[in-house]
């Protein structure tokens, strides 16, 4: 299961980090720029290292890009007999839920089949029932098409058979 990451440190060290690196530019102006400037333009620049921590937490949310948002998981075991794949637990896999399943061909995913999550095993993975094969196959050529492909060339994707979505 993956990792509960704390909101508040998550989302408060760049904000924090982003209002002492500009308090900072703002103190050194103020401090550098003598009585008048302290005196004349404080407000100034206490607005501006406010919007400006503002805009640079804004940016860095932007451009927050985790890889633990959202992974794919891999198989670990295939039952050719039952049409079912056993993968790892990621967190969008739960009970019930529609799957595509593909092969990977090079550069290529080559679609195989659409599956529904039938069970999570108390160890944590995740049993796969292989409901259909995207190419109207029956369930011998599906096997066949399934024990030909690698455990590590599975690639599982959340999805619904998009023949039957009008």
């Known amino acids: 299961m993956g990792a ?3 909101p508040y440190i998550h989302y ?3 904000l924090l980090g982003s209002l002492l690196a500009f308090a900072t ?3 050194l102006i ?3 720029g003598g009585e008048q400037l302290r005196s ?3 407000q100034y ?3 501006n290292t406010i919007y400006l921590t503002i805009i640079g937490f804004l940016v860095w949310l932007v451009f927050d890009v985790r890889s633990s948002r959202f992974k794919l998981p891999s198989v670990k ?3 050719e007999d039952q049409l079912i794949l056993v993968c790892g637990r990621e967190d969008w896999l739960g009970y019930g839920a529609a799957v595509a399943i593909y092969a990977r061909d090079g550069d290529y995913e080559s679609p195989l ?3 529904l999550v039938s069970n999570i095993q108390a160890n944590g993975l995740v049993q796969i029932q292989i409901i259909e094969g995207f190419n109207d196959e029956d369930e011998s050529s599906l096997k066949s098409r399934i024990q030909g492909v690698q455990l590590i060339d599975f690639i599982i994707k959340p999805g619904q058979d998009w023949r039957r979505t009008s």
């Open 4 to 6: 509960t990451i704390n």
């Open 12 to 14: 408060g060290r760049p």
């Open 25 to 27: 530019i703002a103190a």
């Open 30 to 32: 103020l401090g550098l």
């Open 40 to 42: 004349g333009y404080w």
């Open 45 to 47: 620049v206490a607005i």
């Open 77 to 79: 075991k295939r039952i």
């Open 113 to 115: 089949a659409t599956g």
